[in-house]
């Protein structure tokens, strides 16, 4: 007999009380109602070297009917390295059907994590910190919502070279700022069609000094491509570990395309934990909302 929604709600609840409580702080929830949760896995807890990000959703049907949704999150997880470790997941799925798995995926990341640090990887280069550092306090800068002002030109170090004078700069929308113990937080928006616009925003706005100082600039951005029916979309942490990976989930569960979301974060040195995520991901909704 197939599993009733009550029953399989229950499994589901039953089995994030248990990753809570085995987890503990590496365990996040970034939306209850939506059912997003995020698990930092690392090879080891004292002086990690590999570390990622496992996001779920877990849609009605799991564990008995659906598989969990899943993004795996790491600045050096490219190519081939996506490649074998979704293919594990999705091995242990298929040998598990109608259990849950979560716990088996989490583990399996960790094994191949602490294979990485065993074996002779380099160490990933990750450009900046991933955890909150202490800082200046960011209560100073506070952007009022007009247009933002032309200071002089500070190039992404990731900007393509060449003109882009072809590509009209968007018009660029600034959201009411959150502040929760001296950090601040603040969403842009833009209406883009092209990655070319993407850069010539993200060029713009670190023109203003205010935001080329923030200790984080997180972005996510989905254009849909008429011609080929896909999505064409990307997401930088810029040193939030998986912040920018949320921003894009948050997006796809709105169902928002042709739109580029940047969410500033002014660090006041008091560490705010998972509420960090809670309130990127309000600037944004609130700022697309709008």
Known sequence: MAASDTERAQQQIDEIE????IYGDD??????????????ISDCLDRPKWTLCLQVILPPGYPTAEPPIYQLNAPWLRGQDYTELANSLEEIYVQNLGESILYLWV????????????????EPDIKKTTEEVDEDDGDDFLLDYQPIQEDQIKMLNYMTSGSQEDEELPPIHHGNPITDRRST?????????????VKRVLEKLYE???IASATHNIYA?????????????????????????????????LNVHNVLVVVSRWYGG?????DRFKHINNCARNVLVE
């Open 107 to 122: 583990e399996k990341i960790r094994e191949i994590l602490v294979e990485k640090a065993q074996s002779s990887d380099p």
């Open 27 to 40: 365990w996040c929830v970034v939306d209850e109602d939506e059912k997003i949760y995020c698990i930092k």
């Open 208 to 210: 203003n000094k205010k």
């Open 270 to 274: 008091i560490l705010l934990g998972p």
């Open 221 to 253: 951005y989905r254009i849909y491509c008429e011609d080929k029916q896909t999505f064409l979309q990307d997401c930088e942490d810029d040193g939030e570990t998986a912040a920018g990976g949320r921003l894009l989930h948050l997006m796809q569960i």
């Open 18 to 21: 248990a990753l809570s409580s």
């Open 185 to 197: 937080f603040q969403a842009h928006l833009a209406p883009v069609v092209t990655t070319r616009q």
